[in-house]
Structures are given as structure tokens and as C-alpha cells.
Antibody, heavy 120, light 108 residues
């Protein structure tokens, strides 16, 4: 089955860290650009970070630059997001998403998300 | 950054009716790189439309997209009970970052 499954979320205190993972299956993970997209409670979708298939080009939203690090391991079919110096405003469901095969930029496959809650 | 504004914020309709959702961009979107997603409570977003008017795999033909430049529309011809959800538009034709609209809630 073609799917993405996120894990690693949880409750963390402000200033803390987490490492999110996204396990891909059913497709050639290494051929695709991957994104992390988040959704704060009751809010819309926000792009967080992206990484191309070779890991040579990485982007971050200004709101997370310097605190979040995206990476991938194509041999393990996995995407990661290291999140440091967490703030209350980082509380959200974090989704991993696959960009279409031709890399035009729309997301044709999403995981179900993992919830990150930042609270003291 | 291209800002997408969706309207209305909430749309109240009944099964069998026609739904028209709007997405307006702050500047023209090149190549009509505009996508629509459906999201139900507790679920991940699902791709409905890409390239402004192309239906994604397994999406029923009651869903259609149209528009160009700065004005785009998602139309659901005859609402089914399972269509009541949140809908987001996303542009991927401008300079980074890819951006989403704030969403339209389609409710019974």
C-alpha cells in the first residue's frame, strides 16, 4: 500500500526538542521531493520545510529557520524533522507530504500526521 | 509571497445541491499551478484537483476545477454526504514558499 506514516510527536516543554519521522512505503521514496506541512489547532495549513530527492536542496519557512532541520534516508525510506527550541506557536499536527512525481509542487500523498504540543 | 484568499469561509448547503468555492490569489499564478484539497476531521488532506482543472486519481467527476490567473473555482456538482468537509486551495507556481488558502468549511 502506498502510504506515509508519521511518528515522534508528543508533549514537550518550551525550549525542548523532538525528532519527527515519516516512514514511506509502497513507492520509490528516493525519487520524490518531500515536505513537512503543519496545521495549528483550528488553523489552516502551513508549509514548514522541504527536501529534494538527493537532499542537495532544502528550504525552510522563516518561522522555523535555524530551529528545525529536515533530512532523509532514502535507504530507509524515511523523512525526518528535528525540531529544537520549541515554542508554543509550534503546537500543531505535523504532516509529511509527497510532491508529485514531476516535481511541479502539488502534494499527491499525505500522512495522517503527528501531534506536537508545546506547553509547560 | 502569493496570498490566497478563499471564500466563503463557511458554505451551508444540502446534499444534492451544487457547491461553488472560490480561491483568489494576490498575484497571477504561473502555469495555473493551483491545487485543491479536501480535509475531513482527524484525517490528512486529500488531493482533489491540480493544475487548476485536472482531477487527481480516483476523484469523482462531480468535482471540477476552473479558473486562471488570479481567480480559481472548485465546483461540486451534486453534493454527497461525504463531501461535507474543509477545502483548501494551494498555489505552487510562485516563488517559494508554496502557500495555502485559509480554507472553506462546507457544512450541511
Amino acid at each position: 500500500e502506498v502510504q506515509l506514516v508519521e511518528s515522534g510527536g508528543g508533549l514537550v516543554r518550551p525550549g525542548g526538542s523532538l525528532r519527527l519521522s515519516c516512514a514511506a512505503s509502497g513507492f520509490t521514496f528516493g525519487a520524490y521531493t518531500m515536505y513537512w506541512v503543519r496545521q495549528a489547532p483550528g488553523r489552516g495549513l502551513e508549509w514548514v520545510s522541504s527536501i529534494i530527492s538527493s537532499s542537495d536542496y532544502i528550504k525552510y519557512a522563516d518561522s522555523v529557520k535555524g530551529r528545525f532541520t529536515i533530512s532523509r534516508d532514502n535507504a530507509k525510506n524515511s523523512l525526518y524533522l528535528q525540531i529544537n527550541s520549541l515554542r508554543a506557536e509550534d503546537t500543531a499536527i505535523y504532516y509529511c507530504a509527497r510532491v508529485d512525481y514531476y516535481d511541479t509542487g502539488y502534494f499527491d500523498l499525505w500522512g495522517r500526521g503527528t501531534l506536537v504540543t508545546v506547553s509547560s | 509571497e502569493i496570498v490566497l484568499t478563499q471564500s466563503p469561509g463557511t458554505l451551508s448547503l444540502s446534499p444534492g445541491e451544487r457547491a461553488t468555492l472560490s480561491c483568489r490569489a494576490s498575484q497571477s499564478i504561473s502555469s495555473n499551478y493551483l491545487a485543491w484539497y479536501q480535509q475531513k476531521p482527524g484525517e490528512a488532506p486529500r488531493l482533489l484537483i491540480y493544475g487548476a482543472s485536472s482531477r487527481a486519481t480516483d476523484i469523482p467527476d462531480r468535482f471540477s476545477g476552473s479558473g486562471s490567473g488570479t481567480d480559481f473555482t472548485l465546483t461540486i456538482s451534486r453534493l454527497e454526504p461525504e463531501d461535507f468537509a474543509l477545502y483548501y486551495c494551494q498555489q505552487y507556481g510562485g516563488s517559494p514558499p508554496e502557500t495555502f488558502g485559509q480554507g472553506t468549511k462546507l457544512e450541511i
